[in-house]
């Protein structure tokens, strides 16, 4: 069933005709760029339509409620590891509204002990991805013979989940996670997002000349803030049983492999391969 979590009535009618009994909340505004032209829509379906949609489960009586957060509520680190209970210092309005969201939904445990769960994750990647992201956004413009558009210096670095292990990570909360806790679902598989770049040329490009590599890369101004790494720490996630399985290697290949076939799916796809998201005219919300 296809609707906004941002309509009230549309959700509430949702839980009174469909048996639910588990929600996974993963429905948000993701793009970072983006986010600091459009903080208002970023806030209003980031914060406004989780607390619409955790209402609406907390008067259904669902049995548990999962909000999928991010690893970015935490901000930026050279070097201490984040866990669950580090504070939280978003540093851009995509990640303020998803720490902003967690607080509504925690709120539910504390006053009602509603089962809600917060989950914190590092960047996933894997077929399927809207080619807006890193690395299909990469990989598009390779397999169309342009070049990476990197931000900044390239050195920030990211920690990369291939999807099916992020799966497995959401049934094993599903199952084992309690209520009123956070999890961060990470790994210690790191890179810069400038070795990503160079890491995919070589891979498509079949080249491992650095002037060659240099070739692919064409550096842009960087975004206003741009976090340089998010470690955390996993060990809670893996008290649970879970932990990542698919080696980078691998997980690569099946989604470069996946765009060769797939890029031209989406709607407005070319769109989402400029170096930053072209912005159009905000539509005025009705709402709140």
């Known amino acids: 069933v296809q ?6 009535d549309f959700i509430k009618q949702l839980f009174e005709t469909e048996k639910i009994d588990i929600v996974l909340h993963f ?3 993701t793009h970072v760029d983006l986010s600091f032209w459009h903080a208002l829509e970023f806030t209003y379906v980031n914060v406004y339509g989780t607390n619409v949609l955790v209402a ?5 009586n669902v049995e548990k409620f999962v909000y999928v957060s991010t690893d970015e509520v935490y901000g930026g680190s050279t070097d201490e590891e984040f866990d669950e209970s580090s504070p939280k210092r978003p540093t851009n309005p995509y990640a303020s509204s998803k720490a902003a969201a967690e607080c509504f939904v925690q709120s ?31 990989i598009s413009l390779l397999q169309q013979n342009r070049k990476c558009c990197i931000h900044g210096s ?12 992020v799966v497995e990570a959401f049934l094993t909360v599903l199952k084992e996670g309690k209520p009123g806790e956070i999890y961060n679902i ?43 790494r998010y470690p955390m720490n996993s060990e809670k996630m893996h008290n649970l049983g879970w932990r990542p399985k698919v080696p980078w290697k691998e997980g690569i290949r099946k989604t470069i492999e996946w765009y060769k076939e797939n890029f031209h799916n989406w709607k407005n796809s070319e ?3 400029e170096p930053f998201p072209v912005t159009e005219p905000f539509a005025q919300l009705s709402g709140p």
Request: include cysteine; aromatic fraction near 12%; proline fraction near 6%.
């Open 154 to 165: 390239g050195l920030q670095r990211r920690n990369f989940l291939y999807a099916t292990d």
């Open 186 to 228: 990470g790994t210690n598989f790191e890179m810069s997002i400038a070795q990503l770049a160079k890491e995919l040329i070589h891979l498509i490009k079949k080249t491992s000349s650095e002037s060659e590599m240099e070739h692919w890369m064409d550096y842009v101004k960087d975004r206003p803030t741009n976090d340089l």
């Open 108 to 138: 539910y445990w504390e006053r009602y002990q509603f089962p809600v769960v917060i989950t914190r994750s590092s960047n996933v990647y894997g077929p399927h991805q809207y080619p807006e992201k890193v690395i299909p956004k990469f």
């Open 3 to 8: 609707g906004d979590i941002c309509e009230p």
């Open 27 to 29: 429905a948000a505004q």
């Open 271 to 273: 769109k989402a391969l």
């Open 56 to 60: 609406a489960a907390h008067e259904a």
